[in-house]
C-alpha cells in the first residue's frame, strides 16, 4: 500500500500534472503571456536597439517555453490553431492594434526605427504563425530560429 502513496505523490508533484489545465485556463494563460511577447517582439522588430535586444529574447524564450510547459488535462496539448488564437489573434488583433502599441512605447521613439508598422506586423504574424505549429509539438527552442 505504501509503494502506491509514493507512486501518487510523485505523480501529483511532477512537472507535467502541475501544468495540466482545464482548456479555459490555459487559454487564459497563453493569452496573458501572449501580450509581453508580442510587445518584446514590437521591440525588437521595430527599432535598433542592441542594448536590450538579449533581454528581449530572453523574455520571449522564458514566456512561450512556459506556454510550451502547459498541458490541457488528459495529457493533451492545445492545437496548432488554438495556439495561434491565443497568441495572435487575442493578443494583437489588427495593424491598428499595433499602431496604438508601438504610439505607448514612446521610450523607444528615439531609437533608430528599422521597419514600417505594417512590416512589423506581418513579421510578428508570421513568427507566431511558425511558432504555434511548433508547440504542439514541443519544438520551440529560441524565437531567434523564427527571426530568420
Request: no cysteine; hydrophobic share 40%; charged share 30%.
Given at each position: 500500500m505504501r509503494l502506491l502513496e509514493v507512486l501518487c505523490e510523485k505523480i501529483i508533484n511532477s512537472e507535467l500534472f502541475e501544468n495540466a489545465f482545464k482548456r479555459q485556463e490555459v487559454e487564459s494563460r497563453v493569452t496573458d503571456l501572449s501580450h509581453p511577447i508580442i510587445e518584446h517582439l514590437i521591440k525588437i522588430l521595430k527599432w535598433k536597439d542592441e542594448l536590450n535586444y538579449y533581454k528581449h529574447v530572453g523574455d520571449i524564450n522564458?514566456?512561450?517555453?512556459?506556454?510550451?510547459?502547459?498541458?490541457?488535462?488528459?495529457?493533451?496539448?492545445?492545437?496548432?490553431?488554438?495556439?495561434?488564437?491565443?497568441?495572435?489573434?487575442?493578443?494583437?488583433?489588427?495593424?491598428?492594434?499595433?499602431?496604438?502599441?508601438?504610439?505607448?512605447?514612446?521610450?523607444?521613439?528615439?531609437?533608430?526605427?528599422?521597419?514600417?508598422?505594417?512590416?512589423?506586423?506581418?513579421?510578428?504574424?508570421?513568427?507566431?504563425?511558425?511558432?504555434?505549429?511548433?508547440?504542439?509539438?514541443?519544438?520551440?527552442?529560441?524565437?531567434?530560429?523564427?527571426?530568420?
Open positions: 522564458g514566456r512561450v517555453q512556459r506556454i510550451q510547459k502547459m498541458y490541457l488535462k488528459g495529457n493533451k496539448k492545445p492545437t496548432q490553431q488554438d495556439y495561434f488564437q491565443w497568441l495572435f489573434i487575442d493578443g494583437l488583433k489588427d495593424e491598428l492594434t499595433l499602431i496604438r502599441w508601438v504610439r505607448a512605447l514612446y521610450r523607444y521613439h528615439h531609437l533608430p526605427v528599422l521597419r514600417s508598422d505594417e512590416e512589423v506586423f506581418n513579421i510578428i504574424k508570421a513568427i507566431l504563425y511558425k511558432i504555434s505549429f511548433d508547440l504542439p509539438l514541443n519544438k520551440y527552442d529560441n524565437i531567434e530560429d523564427y527571426m530568420k
